[in-house]
């Protein structure tokens, strides 16, 4: 059964039982990495990542709309940002009265927040570690411990928000009752569709506690009951409404990815949340380039943070690459997004092609891996058997406003066991047209990047450091 499927089938049954299963200055939090393949095979542990880069890219350029059936936070906290061996990053937030912590995953391509939820939480595929979990190795939050959780009723503006729509969610019961104040119905299941898979719950109002006396009450959530291949909830910090930044009304956040190398450890850097910052003043040592809109109204595309991709270098040469891929068009396509729950790069083909023969042409102390690339899915890849010292032209990517981001050599080729070096950029071949952003920059060619992303004044500001 599709995912797709799936999700239908279990928002129906969902719909039969859902009215039983309920009765100063900064945030920081730590950033984890997240993981979900459990494969100790280097080449397959690759070929996974690449084919989830890839599912991923496919879902930002040609996203589905949700799915139905029928406070200002203080300044500043900081929160733990761990990393995870699927790719990924996470974040724990605590909801509901008393408080219940969970890991998200950490998602700047999405807007809406959501965690699994009761203990009827079903998830298929969602295998995270090197045994198939149970359903109890998901933690779920539990309405009916919190003494704060509201479902979100149908006329509630937050509810057009989560099924991102300016209309009224309710019924014909609702909408043509002489007494329309008191409806009584709830905000319609949704159903959330990603590149790994897919979520289904219920809309509702709980306490996000940032620790010490600093709660948001009344903030939007999803509660899932339902999951295919999620091992985790997302936070949403992308540009809508249900986002967590728009939620918490903060003026900018901020994380440092830590490199890969950290997987699934206890090693973590910290996501930090402002809603106090200086209006206009940058923050000391960090480049900045403007964040774009894109010229079309699709509601997905207005979650992403486009940036302007003016030019890529490899070793120095400009790689030719037409223009009107690098920025939005008039139809909305082409341009540069950076996406925290991408791992690596997408470029389309159009752009790919020119990059990996630039690589080609001037890479000849190598030759190639061929049957690496055969079962990595990446290319082009290298025999560096046996070589102390490796070295590959640099890759630069040239943004508006003068900002260039000369790419770590470890950010843009992966050393594989037994002696070969890929690149981790990925591209599709191109089937069904060329939609949405034709580059989309992933967390691994941000490792030991420290990101700022100033909302106040729409630029993004970056600067390379050791996050660890």
């Known amino acids: 059964m599709s995912p797709a499927c799936f999700a239908l089938c279990f928002l129906s049954f969902l719909l039969c039982i859902f009215p039983n ?19 100790r095979d280097p080449y397959q542990t690759l070929n996974h990542l690449v084919s989830s880069s890839l599912r991923r890219a496919h879902h930002l350029k040609n996203p589905r709309p949700t799915a139905t059936k029928a406070g200002r936070a203080t300044p500043a906290t900081s929160t733990p940002l761990f990393s995870h061996s699927y790719g990924g990053y996470s974040i724990s937030l605590s909801f509901g009265t008393p408080p219940q912590t969970l890991p998200f995953v950490m998602d700047t391509g999405s807007d809406i927040v959501w965690f ?59 909408e043509n009752s002489p007494v329309p104040q008191n409806c009584t119905q709830s905000c319609p299941p949704y159903i959330i569709f990603y590149g790994s898979g897919t979520t289904g719950g219920i809309a509702l109002s709980e306490n996000l506690n940032l620790g010490g006396d600093k709660t948001v009450r009344d903030f939007l959530v999803g509660c899932s009951v339902f999951s295919s291949r999620q091992p985790a909830g997302i936070a949403g910090f992308g540009r809508g409404l249900p986002s967590l ?39 000391s040592g960090l480049t900045y380039t403007p964040f774009l809109q894109n010229p079309i109204a699709h509601e997905a595309f207005k979650v992403y943070y486009y940036i302007g991709l003016r030019k890529i270098s490899v070793g120095g040469r400009r790689v030719k690459v037409p223009y009107k891929y690098l920025s939005p068009g008039e139809e909305g396509n082409g341009g540069a997004i950076v996406d925290s729950g991408t791992t690596f790069s997408f470029m389309a083909r159009q752009i790919f092609e020119p990059v990996a023969a630039e690589f080609v042409k001037q890479v000849k102390n190598y030759s190639r891996a061929r049957e690496v690339e055969n079962l990595t899915g990446l290319r082009p890849c290298y025999d560096v058997k046996g070589r102390d010292n490796v070295e ?37 071949d191109g089937v069904g047209g060329q939609t949405g952003p034709a580059v989309i920059l992933g967390n691994f060619q941000m490792q030991n990047y420290y990101l700022e992303y100033d909302l106040r004044n729409e630029r993004l500001g970056f600067k390379q450091q050791l996050c660890i």
């Not at 299963?21 to 494969?39: D, E, G, K, M």
């Not at 943004?399 to 981001?405: C, I, W, Y």
């Open 116 to 174: 699994p939820c009761t203990h009827r939480y079903l998830c298929k595929n969602c295998s995270f570690s090197s045994s198939s979990p149970s359903k109890n190795d998901i933690p779920s939050f539990i309405p009916k411990q919190s003494s704060s959780s509201r479902i979100i009723g149908c006329k509630n503006p937050k509810c057009s928000w989560i099924h991102h729509t300016n209309r009224t969610q309710c019924g014909d019961e609702c």
């Open 21 to 39: 299963i309920f009765f100063s200055s900064a945030l920081h939090l730590p950033l984890t990495q997240f993981h979900t393949t459990p494969s």
């Open 392 to 428: 590959f032209p640099e890759m630069r990517l040239h943004l508006k406003g003068g900002a260039e981001v000369a790419l770590p050599l470890e950010n843009y080729f992966a050393a594989i066991d037994g002696g070969a070096a890929c690149l981790t950029f990925v591209t599709d």
């Open 245 to 283: 930044p728009s939620q918490l009304k903060l003026d900018k956040f901020s994380y440092c990815l830590i490199s890969h190398r950290f997987d699934d450890s206890a090693s973590s850097s910290a996501l930090i949340l402002d809603s106090n910052s200086d209006l206009d003043k940058k923050t």
